[in-house]
């Protein structure tokens, strides 16, 4: 069974950080582009980051110098460090092969549960 398991989201304060990782099972992570995306409560989904199997990155303007996705083919695992949060980064945040680069574009249908990040005091 082909899965993607999200971890680490939770509740941090403006300013803080949080690592969120994304986990494949029954299939190989090496093979696709893997992107994060994320949707908040009344709004449409958008692209976060997405990273290619030879490692060329992109990211939403409104993330960019302050997350950091990064995979790593050997635990089929692919991450998404997130600095200096902000209250509207507040979202569930899902990982999702493949995805496309230049455009943070959706292609394909695999997905995780989601994690919850909550930004507040």
């Known amino acids: 069974q082909l899965q993607l398991v999200e971890s680490g989201g939770g509740l941090v304060q403006p300013g803080g950080s949080l690592r969120l990782s994304c986990a494949a099972s029954?299939?190989?992570?090496?093979?696709?582009?893997i992107g994060w995306f994320r949707q908040a409560p009344g709004k449409e989904r958008e692209g976060v980051s997405c990273?290619?199997?030879?490692?060329?990155?992109n990211y939403a303007d409104s993330v960019k110098g302050r997350f950091t996705i990064s995979r790593d083919d050997a635990k089929n695992t692919v991450y998404l460090q997130m600095n200096s949060l902000k209250p509207e980064d507040t979202a569930v945040y899902y990982c999702?092969?493949?995805?496309?680069?230049?455009?943070?574009?959706?292609?394909?249908?695999?997905w995780g549960q989601g994690t919850q990040v909550t930004v507040s005091d």
């Open positions: 999702a092969a493949e995805c496309r680069v230049w455009d943070l574009a959706l292609l394909g249908d695999y």
């Open positions: 029954g299939f190989t992570l090496d093979y696709y582009a």
């Open positions: 990273i290619s199997t030879g490692g060329y990155r």
